[in-house]
């Protein structure tokens, strides 16, 4: 779990799109997105493209009462590598949703 940790801490330390405020002894991480790299962001449909397009799956902030919808929720439990993998997956998601300048669909 140590090393699972440090891997999504590093992970959103070197993304340009992430920030983090890192875990304290939870089992899951809460990566807020950087509003001035994302200023469309929306969670629910960032949630959606990761899933289908990534096979990578998380959970919108908003399902959290985050009504900034700039959070995911992501569990630590896989091992080190396979949550780097996730977080490379991520970018892709975040890299191609900046590219566009609006989320890969409007969830109603």
Same mark, same amino acid.
């Given at each position: $779990?140590?090393? &699972?940790?440090?891997a @999504?801490?590093?992970?959103c330390?070197q993304?340009?799109y $992430?920030d983090? @405020? ?6 899951y991480? /809460?990566p =807020?997105?950087?509003?001035a790299?994302? +200023?469309?962001f ?5 949630a959606?493209?990761?899933?289908e397009h990534e096979?990578?799956?998380v @959970?919108?902030?908003?399902g /959290?009462?985050? =009504?900034s919808?700039?959070? /995911?929720?992501? &569990?630590? $439990?896989?091992?080190?590598d396979?949550?780097?993998?996730? /977080?490379i997956?991520?970018e892709?998601?975040?890299?191609? &949703?900046a590219a566009?300048?609006? +989320?890969?669909r409007? @969830?109603?």
């Amino acid at each position: $779990l140590h090393e &699972t940790r440090r891997a @999504v801490i590093e992970a959103c330390a070197q993304s340009k799109y $992430l920030d983090l @405020v890192a875990p304290q002894g939870a089992l899951y991480a /809460f990566p =807020s997105i950087r509003r001035a790299a994302l +200023p469309a962001f929306d969670d629910d449909a960032f949630a959606l493209d990761l899933l289908e397009h990534e096979n990578v799956l998380v @959970v919108p902030g908003s399902g /959290f009462n985050d =009504s900034s919808r700039a959070h /995911f929720r992501i &569990t630590l $439990l896989p091992f080190a590598d396979q949550m780097r993998d996730v /977080f490379i997956r991520i970018e892709r998601v975040l890299a191609r &949703t900046a590219a566009r300048g609006v +989320p890969a669909r409007q @969830v109603a």
